[in-house]
C-alpha cells in the first residue's frame, strides 16, 4: 500500500500564497493519477484539482486561475501551488493517488486562510 505524506500548510493572510506537497512511497509514483482534496469545518471533502499520470490537469471552478497542481516523477512528489488565498479556502488538504483499483489517501494538512 502506497503511503502518502503531505506538508506546507500553514497560516496564511488573504491574497497569500502557499505551496503545498505530497510525497508518495514505492517506485510506482508515475502511473499514479494524483489530486488533492479540501474538507472544510461542517462540509463535505471535495475535490480540488487533479494530474493524470500524462500530467493533464483539472480543477474546480472556484480555484480556477489561482491553484496550480504539478508532479515532479522523479521525487514522487505532487504539488498544489495555492495562490490569491480567500478565507473561504481554509481547509484540511488531502493528498489522494489511485491506480486501478488501488486508492490512497494522506494524512492531511491544514491550511487556514485569515488576516
Known amino acids: 500500500q502506497v503511503q502518502l505524506v503531505e506538508s506546507g500548510g500553514g497560516l496564511v493572510q488573504p491574497g497569500g500564497s502557499l505551496r503545498l506537497s505530497c510525497t508518495a512511497s514505492?517506485?510506482?509514483?508515475?502511473?499514479?493519477?494524483m489530486g488533492w482534496y479540501r474538507q472544510a469545518p461542517g462540509k463535505q471533502r471535495e475535490l480540488v484539482a487533479t494530474?493524470?499520470?500524462?500530467?493533464?490537469?483539472s480543477y474546480v471552478d472556484s480555484v480556477k486561475g489561482r491553484f496550480t497542481i504539478s508532479r515532479d516523477n522523479a521525487k514522487n512528489t505532487v504539488y498544489l501551488q495555492m495562490n490569491s488565498l480567500k478565507p473561504e479556502d481554509t481547509a484540511v488538504y488531502y493528498c489522494?493517488?489511485?491506480?486501478?483499483?488501488?486508492?490512497?489517501w494522506g494524512q492531511g494538512t491544514q491550511v487556514t486562510v485569515s488576516s
Open positions: 494530474i493524470t499520470r500524462g500530467s493533464s490537469t
Open positions: 489522494h493517488a489511485q491506480m486501478a483499483t488501488m486508492t490512497a
Open positions: 514505492g517506485s510506482l509514483f508515475s502511473l499514479y493519477a
